[in-house]
């Protein structure tokens, strides 16, 4: 059997000819998989033990050798990762150290983010602080060094405090304030760290000139310390939005996780809310994050930071003495400007100093991104006066600074324009104590509009739905269309610092603000640990066709970033998705055409650009992926209410489709952002997903085709579950929450063993299609007649991944032969289907599906497999499918409104080609044929 920790190094090669095996064959074949197993890794017998899976065998890597995603930060705040093992390389408690490049000790916090089922580490999380400046680093075991300021975590019965020995911040653990205050040293200089909401009734009508807005703020409800250092303290703050007046009314329940690091000066802060309501009668005007900012510098000593594109600057202080009549002297402009403390005014030219009172204070100012294309900056003197205009730009950074020589405050949002309207306001700098805030939705914009976009068009029967989907793709249902419990979530960056920073570190703490450093792990140790099944490599042009197929996974990924660009695929509930299909008369996408609008994750993108990730480890890739994580598992997944845990399908609206499937909410999708970064909120959602099939108790997922005589009642020891697109995504979800060993972990484990044996067990097994799913027992009933369901999507959904993965975390010979036979049928002729299952297969994707041929001659060494994987991918059937070709190029267009390229493709093909790419590379690159 080949060494599951080793993707890329073939098994011995077999004899057994192309696809055309005979089902002994093929069962003695996996038999034989199966012996070998239980020689490496024993042989349960019990439940448990089964669960207990790998033997004792270390397997992968016993280090790992790591980067940074964009090369070396100039700035740091500290940061946090995932490293994966091989099964039985580290036993659960292992403890890491950290070296780098220079031969020092670098301070690591590390804690396990999953387990194999015998105890092992399989993922391990990893965090370091701001003085993690070696450019390459060495994590292996050993005793880790410790901060020289660890950051420490005090609690007390109404706050805790947090210590990074540069900053404290106490966080209230309850009322209006998150953070009540945060100090460096003896100075208070940020104080009153709340949420802030504006909500109006009415619906946004530019006509409309009178509306009433109610302001609601943040109410603490719930406080948890979940990391407590040495190197890295988490505290997650819960609770909703209260209205002001009254203090009755509340909604939009938070969850805030706060991230502080040892020797930091800085906090992170991760913000998610859940919009709960339906769209039709409350309307958000605004929301943002707002904090109060000390300032006892003189008022020619505050100084005001923007930083625009790039690194570009505006430089202002609240009374400036630049650009004057007289001129007060090189020194102090040169100071002002520099954001240094400026001489005595005793030392200026007098002419300056004895008219000073006379220079206006710039109290407020305010930059307003209110689309991807353009910002503006505003100021005044104070409230009740006149706005003057500043400037203007195209992509601001997000980035805002407020203070002097005293100490100061840098803020900043992440994805600012991409997720506009977006805001940054400064207000109150010539007091002793100004506002700032960041607003995730500007006031400044019309507000928030989620009601459904149509008036269903008569559509009251499932039998008009059924025909108007025929028509647009839109699966429309009456009140189905609701944003209620859909979220989203921001990430934003806040600086103490001693003084106000240099032009050059303002630049470098923007660039924090649009991509936290990340630290990774290279391509060779992910796939030799096993890494989300292993099913990938390092990028290789060795061979004509190869570079071909390298070549057209980097043209398929630029392409679709420029398109993002081209198309302005941004804004608040939009930015991280792409679209579905393109109408080539508009040359343009269907932006507007029912299923065929926003893609919500329909046949996988969300892997498509992680694979290509782990296969390239390009940071453009990793950050495309990464948005569309973000947007994903927040925007087109349901969070509260009956359908939580469920997404919906694509659309016009991210919500607006009645089909709601596990499907779209796919533990598949997230897995790979939560370990390679360790999110906690992605874990929050994962955790969300373990008990999804209960849905299944509340909606029908067939209720529009069954027959109108079948007054069908679910039963939860009878769900139509299919071993397909649902059963997959459960599948993830439960071996996620296993082997994180989350609250319901036993159960999701009898879920995992329990599915895997009883569809093994089908009659046709997995070509069986579906079975009733008992909750209770957490099996399927085994059918009595077998039968073959066609179903085009069945592996399009991430099943062919979480197999792979399944087979390498679980000793379950009966599983593995199972789907080995599946898939070496599924792409095979209809005649050896029909032959050897009583029927045949749907004929979708096949050339994609083909990856897992080349999965099943990586356990088999049935290099038929191989070569068959490559001939199914290098010659599709369908007209529409993707076809080699080396000279790919797009074509530059003049007439649509704006400048841009147009490429015939579909995400649903590039999504599925894209996965086959980079797994028949891997598994199956020797084989390549000679074209």
């Not at 039985?88 to 089922?117: E, H, M």
């Not at 205050?181 to 909500?199: A, E, Q, Y």
């Not at 009549?325 to 004895?354: H, M, Y």
């Amino acid at each position: 059997m080949s060494d599951p920790s080793q993707p890329l190094r073939p098994p011995p090669s077999s004899d057994d000819s192309l696809g055309g095996m005979s089902r002994r064959n093929v069962l003695a074949t996996t038999a034989g998989v199966a012996a070998a197993a239980s020689l490496l890794d024993g042989s349960p017998a019990s439940a448990e033990e089964l669960a207990g899976g790998g033997g004792s065998a270390p397997q992968g890597p016993d280090f790992a050798d790591l980067s940074w995603l964009e090369g070396k930060p100039a700035e740091t705040p500290g940061s946090t990762w995932g490293v994966p093992w091989g099964r039985g390389r580290f036993p659960g408690d292992q403890q890491f150290k950290l070296v780098g490049d220079d031969g020092a000790d670098v301070p690591v916090q590390t804690w396990p983010l999953a387990y194999w089922p015998d105890g092992s580490l399989k993922w391990t999380g990893h965090a370091v602080g701001p003085d993690a400046t070696a450019e390459h680093l060495t994590l292996s075991a050993g005793e880790p060094a410790s901060p020289s300021t660890p950051v420490t975590v005090s609690e007390s019965w109404k706050h805790i405090d947090i210590d990074t020995g540069v900053i404290t911040a106490r966080i209230a653990k309850w009322g209006t304030d998150l953070i009540k205050h945060v100090k460096r040293g003896d100075r208070t200089i940020v104080t009153c760290g709340h949420l802030v909401n504006i909500t109006q009734a009415e619906a946004p009508d530019p006509e409309t000139s009178s509306v009433t807005r109610e302001r609601y703020t943040s109410k603490v409800e719930e406080v948890t310390v979940e990391q407590d250092g040495p190197v890295r303290a988490v505290v997650r703050v819960e609770g909703h939005h209260r209205k002001n007046e009254g203090g009755k009314k509340s909604w939009l329940p938070f969850t805030v996780r706060l991230y502080f690091y040892a020797g930091g000066e800085s906090f992170r802060m991760v913000h998610n809310f859940i919009y709960d309501s339906d769209g039709s009668e409350a309307f958000i005007a605004g929301l943002g994050v707002r904090f109060k900012v000390a300032l006892t510098d003189e008022l020619y000593d505050r100084h005001v930071r923007f930083v625009g594109e790039g690194h570009g600057q505006l430089t202002e202080a609240v009374k400036g003495i630049t650009g004057l009549r007289r001129n007060p002297g090189d020194a102090p402009r040169r100071a002002q400007i520099a954001g240094q403390a400026l001489p005595d005014p005793s030392t200026w030219d007098q002419r300056v100093t004895a008219r000073l009172h006379w220079i206006p204070t710039w109290g407020d100012y305010s930059l307003s991104q209110l689309t991807s294309e353009g910002f503006s900056i505003r100021k005044r003197t104070k409230a009740g006066h006149g706005w003057v205009p500043v400037d203007q730009g195209g992509r601001a950074s997000g980035f805002g600074y407020l203070g002097g020589p005293w100490g100061g405050f840098a803020f900043g949002m992440k994805d600012f324009w991409q997720r506009h309207p977006t805001g940054l306001d400064i207000r109150d700098a010539h007091t002793d104590t100004a506002t700032v805030t960041l607003w995730m939705w500007s006031p400044e914009a019309q507000p928030m509009d989620n009601r459904f976009y149509h008036d269903g068009m008569g559509q009251d029967t499932y039998e008009k739905q059924l025909d108007a989907l025929d028509i647009t793709y839109e699966d429309y249902e009456p009140g189905f269309g609701t944003p209620y419990g859909v979220a989203r979530t921001t990430e934003l960056q806040f600086w103490v610092t001693e003084a106000t920073p240099s032009r050059e570190r303002l630049g470098h703490m923007a660039d924090v603000v649009r991509a936290q450093p990340q630290v990774i792990a290279p391509t060779e140790h992910m796939a030799a640990a096993g890494a989300f099944g292993g099913m990938f490599g390092p990028v290789d042009r060795s061979h004509p066709v190869k570079a071909e197929v390298e070549d057209s996974l980097d043209f398929f990924f630029d392409y679709y970033r420029s398109q993002q660009d081209e198309r302005h695929w941004y804004g608040f509930w939009d930015y991280g998705d792409v679209m579905h299909s393109m109408d080539p008369d508009r040359q343009t996408w269907k932006y507007d055409v029912g299923g065929y609008a926003w893609d919500n994750s329909e046949i996988s993108p969300d892997m498509w650009l992680w694979q290509a990730y782990l296969h390239s480890n390009r940071a453009d890739v990793f950050r495309f992926a990464e948005a569309m994580t973000r947007k994903t598992s927040e925007v087109n997944v349901y969070h509260l209410g009956e359908w939580a845990g469920l997404g919906t399908r694509h659309g016009v609206q991210h919500w607006g489709d009645s089909s709601k499937q596990v499907r779209i909410s796919n533990a598949n999708y997230r897995r790979y952002f939560y370990y390679l970064t360790a999110d906690e909120r992605t874990g929050d959602l994962l955790h969300l997903l373990s008990d999804s099939e209960k849905t299944a108790l509340v909606l029908d997922t067939g209720r529009k085709i069954r027959d109108p005589e079948d007054d069908y009642v679910p039963d939860p020891t009878a769900l139509d579950i299919s071993f397909g697109t649902s059963w997959a995504a459960l599948a993830a979800a439960w071996l996620t929450e296993w082997e994180r060993r989350g609250p319901d972990w036993e159960a999701c484990r009898e879920k995992v063993l329990g599915t895997m044996e009883t569809i093994a067990a089908q009659p046709n097994g997995f070509a069986q299609g579906s079975a009733k799913y008992n909750m209770e027992t957490r099996r399927y009933a085994i059918a009595q007649q077998p039968v073959v369901e066609r179903s085009n999507l069945a592996n399009a959904f991430g099943r062919i991944e979480i197999c792979a993965e399944l087979i390498l975390t679980v000793d379950m010979p009966e599983f593995e032969a199972d789907w080995l036979r599946y898939s070496r049928f599924y792409t095979a002729s209809r005649q050896e289907q029909e032959a050897e299952y009583g029927g045949r297969f749907a004929d979708l994707f096949l050339y994609a599906y083909a990856r897992a041929n080349a999965f099943v001659y990586l356990r088999t060494g049935d290099e038929s497999q191989a070569e068959h994987a490559w001939h199914r991918f290098r010659n599709p059937i369908k007209s529409w499918e993707i076809f080699p070709d080396p000279d790919r190029q797009a074509e530059e267009v003049a007439d649509t409104l704006n400048p841009s390229t147009w490429y015939w493709i579909a995400t649903n093909e590039i999504a599925q080609w894209g996965q086959a790419a980079v797994q028949i590379l891997a598994m199956a690159g020797d084989f390549v044929p000679d074209e």
